[in-house]
């Protein structure tokens, strides 16, 4: 079955760190490039933002709001990304998703991160 599924969200504390997976299945997960997308809460519709991107030889891009803050990785032996997450703002709370680049599959139910004192 092809899926992705996100974890390791959390509450933290403003300048708090977490650390998200997302474990892919079904597909040959090294010849993709892979995507961090977030959602942040308040208006229905509020659409998915892309946060950091993977190439498949490895190459990361950040949006600017997380530049030098946040850290994207991949295991090609898992078939897993991550995303290092540092210096938290109230601003990254979102419920975070990963998904692949061509042929983006559905949604996943998303991992939550709430930054929040």
């Known amino acids: 079955q092809v899926r992705l599924v996100e974890s390791g969200g959390g509450l933290v504390q403003p300048g708090g760190s977490l650390r998200l997976s997302c474990a892919a299945s079904?597909?040959?997960?090294?010849?993709?490039?892979m995507m961090w997308y977030r959602q942040a809460p308040g208006n229905v519709g509020n659409a998915r933002r892309l946060?950091?991107?993977?190439?498949?030889?490895?190459?990361?891009g950040y949006a600017d709001s997380v530049k030098g803050r946040f850290t994207v990785s991949r295991d090609v032996a898992t078939n897993a990304i991550y995303l290092e997450m540092n210096s938290l703002k109230p601003e990254d709370t979102a419920v975070y998703y990963c998904?692949?680049?061509?042929?983006?599959?559905?949604w996943g139910q998303g991992t939550q991160v709430t930054v929040s004192s």
């Open positions: 998904n692949r680049y061509p042929s983006p599959l559905s």
């Open positions: 946060v950091a991107t993977i190439t498949n030889d490895n190459r990361p």
């Open positions: 079904g597909f040959t997960f090294r010849t993709y490039t």
